[in-house]
């Protein structure tokens, strides 16, 4: 039909404006709304399609999907993006290997070789998508342990089962017919992504949502190709390829390899530096004397701000801050949060100005000119062993200079250490002050006391 060919062409030009789009801040609204529209299009497009052939199984699909999608976005809150990405991802990839299933089951004593190898290699991606999302939306729920389950010969037995998915994608292009090996090659790429994502720890599910969601992308212009589909091979592309590249962009801001965020481990132990002294805690009242004398004021947002859902509390303290005559900024480190961009998500639900939000590479050598930084929940981000202790090992790893501050406030609500397990010195520094509590409430009780001061 030509309006469906249409309507593919708009939503393909939708998804490429949008990616443009979301790549800047500023314009980051108009590229969820083109996305939006280019998926609704889309979705017209199908139905127009096949709705011709089983329009009660659409119709049923359409009632379900709606349902589940309405409710997930009343019902999650912006602190749970991360998840909903991860499940989205596992939805999506799910979707795909199953009607890769389903191509194949309808047709595998007719399939051509080139054929069975895409959709050997669809029905990989997507399972191992499927499993790996889940396991990382229940470490990002809490559902179970953030730290990788590490044991003896993980790596070979990863491998291995990785390689007989891979083997039996092969044996499928030689003999389409063999329908148990298809069988054996989906339950081994299941497994394979329930060990990758269950080997890795919390403080690596930024990057291990990009690369997932590149996983997914793939797979769907994988099934492209199968369903002879020109704008699934469009938009899986732009998904795997801008997946791909922001995966690689976070391996660069935590200075890692993808193989070591895969099967590194990272985060399967607890370091301690050795560190001497004691913290030095601080009550609101001397935390606020501080604040009010500042003139220059950087907030550094960790995840410990999504937990507390602290960052309405954030902006008014900011509002509070500037009308007292202080400059305030928002350091944003690449890899802060759950997911790429965590921390913008959050803070644009407050309003906080865009110009406000600084990148690590621009707020780093201005961080010695700063009168106080206050920390809210990051961790890893802003420890500063990363540069100075090679045993470390989050040793490369490039942080937010909070130290170099002339004071820093640190909210907490207790010393555990980050997702990485890595002690962080900048708390038993002289220049640093620890304000234990809920962030939400510690933040409350700052600007009440701002009011009562005007």
Not at 217 to 230: H, Y
Not at 427 to 447: I, P, W, Y
Request: aromatic share 8%; net charge neutral; glycine share 8%.
């Amino acid at each position: 039909m030509a309006v469906v060919e249409l309507l593919y062409i708009i939503s393909a030009a939708l998804f490429i404006l949008s990616l443009k789009w979301m790549s800047h801040v500023e314009s980051s609204r108009r590229g969820n709304y083109a996305g939006s529209l280019g998926m609704l299009l889309a979705f017209i497009a199908t139905v127009l399609a096949v709705a011709e052939l089983r329009y009660d199984i659409v119709a049923y699909a359409i009632i379900a999907g709606g349902i589940i999608g309405a409710v997930m976005a009343m019902k999650m809150p912006m602190t749970a993006v991360p998840q909903r990405t991860a499940i989205s991802h596992a939805f999506g990839a799910f979707a795909a290997a199953l009607v890769g299933t389903a191509e194949y089951l309808q047709n595998n004593l007719s399939i051509d070789k080139f054929t069975m190898g895409v959709i050997s290699a669809e029905v990989i991606l997507g399972f191992l998508t499927f499993t790996g999302s889940i396991i990382a939306f229940a470490k990002l729920q809490e559902m179970i342990s953030g730290k990788p389950l590490i044991y003896p010969g993980r790596r070979i037995v990863t491998f291995s089962i990785l390689a007989g998915a891979v083997l039996c994608a092969v044996l499928l292009v030689i003999a389409p017919q063999k329908q148990f090996v298809f069988v054996i090659m989906s339950v081994l790429s299941l497994i394979f992504g329930l060990l990758m994502v269950i080997s890795i720890g919390g403080a690596d599910m930024p990057t291990v949502i990009a690369i997932l969601n590149s996983f997914a992308g793939l797979s769907a212009s994988a099934l492209g190709f199968v369903l002879n589909n020109k704008l699934l091979i469009v938009a899986g592309a732009l998904d795997g390829s801008s997946g791909f590249i922001l995966a690689i962009i976070m391996s660069k801001a935590m200075n890692r390899s993808f193989l070591n965020i895969l099967f590194g481990g990272f985060g399967a132990a607890s370091s301690k530096n050795g560190q001497k002294g004691s913290v030095r805690p601080i009550s609101s009242d001397d935390t606020y004397s501080i604040l009010e004398a500042a003139q220059s004021v950087v907030i550094v947002p960790g995840y410990g701000m999504a937990v507390a859902q602290a960052q309405h509390a954030v902006r008014e303290l900011a509002s509070m801050l500037e009308k007292n005559g202080a400059e305030v900024r928002y350091a944003i480190h690449p890899v802060a949060g759950r997911m790429p961009g965590h921390m913008n998500v959050l803070l644009a639900e407050a309003n906080v100005p865009y110009d406000q939000l600084v990148e690590m590479d621009s707020i780093n050598p201005i961080m010695d000119t700063i009168d106080v930084a206050i920390v809210i929940g990051a961790n890893d981000v802003v420890n500063p062993s990363a540069r100075t202790d090679k045993s470390s090992p989050i040793y490369g790893m490039p942080v937010i200079d909070v130290e170099k501050a002339r004071t820093a406030i640190v909210l907490k609500r207790s010393m555990a250490s980050g997702f990485s397990g890595v002690e962080n010195p900048l708390f038993f520094k002289e220049t640093t002050r620890m304000l234990f509590g809920d962030a939400k409430d510690s933040l409350n009780q700052l600007v009440a006391k701002f009011k009562e001061n005007k």
